[in-house]
């Protein structure tokens, strides 16, 4: 395994990490109401997004290696 398919494995892994995070402090939220974990469910979505937009220019950038 090449170390750009390393990366992008591992940026696909966080990208997962980071919805279930988020998925995970939404449910609590439903359970106990404490804004902490909607600031944290909005943290993860942000990543998310984050993550998802540095792996395709990342991909983008090192198609040709």
Do not use: E
Request: with cysteine; glycine share 6%; charged share 10%.
């Amino acid at each position: 395994m090449s170390l750009r398919a390393f990366h992008l494995l591992f940026i696909a892994c966080s990208v997962m990490l980071a919805a279930f995070v988020a998925a995970w402090a939404i449910g609590q939220y439903r359970v106990d109401h404490q804004p902490g974990y909607i600031a944290a469910s909005v943290v993860s979505m942000t990543a998310c997004g984050a993550l998802a937009v540095y792996g395709t220019a990342f991909r983008r950038k090192t198609r040709d290696l």
